[in-house]
């Protein structure tokens, strides 16, 4: 576990508040291969095909965390139907974002690394999470 300062990272994204713990999950190889080759090309688009690839690699880095949430919570927790349109991608094409509050869920360092339920719960609380993206979701927090 690490903990991040509220200061601007390389490409402008916030970073954690201080009081904030941070726990992260690994993706899984086969995921990060796949998100990797669609970071690598998504230069080679432009208009509407960069558009169509942009929103086609926020899908699988969103699908890859929801697929590590679904591990980690053995299939007890199902999302939200809606749930792929509360992230987008940052600028730099690579940075995985909650809408609300344009939270960080990859780690800038290693986009490998997806913020733990548990993380995001302390950034933007269970009701948030309940209602946008896991219905059934109960904070472990006591």
């Known amino acids: 576990m690490a903990e991040c300062g509220m200061e601007m990272g390389e490409m402008g994204e916030a970073e954690a508040p201080d009081d904030v713990e941070t726990s992260f999950m690994n993706i899984s190889a086969e995921d990060s291969e796949n998100i990797h080759h669609l970071e690598k090309t998504l230069s080679q688009y432009t208009g509407n095909s960069q558009v169509s690839q942009r929103e086609r690699l926020k899908r699988s880095k969103v699908k890859a965390w929801l697929d590590e949430v679904e591990f980690k919570f053995e299939g007890r927790l199902a999302p939200a139907p809606a749930i792929y349109t509360e992230f987008e991608l940052d600028t730099d ?28 719960e302390k950034k933007v609380g269970v009701d948030y999470i309940r209602s946008h993206l896991f219905p059934e979701y109960t904070s472990r927090r006591t």
Do not use: C, F, H, Q
């Not at 690579?94 to 995001?120: C, F, H, Q, W």
């Open 93 to 120: 094409g690579r940075t995985l974002l909650l809408k609300e509050g344009r939270i960080r869920v990859t780690d800038v360092r290693n986009p490998n690394m997806y913020l733990a339920l548990s993380t995001l």
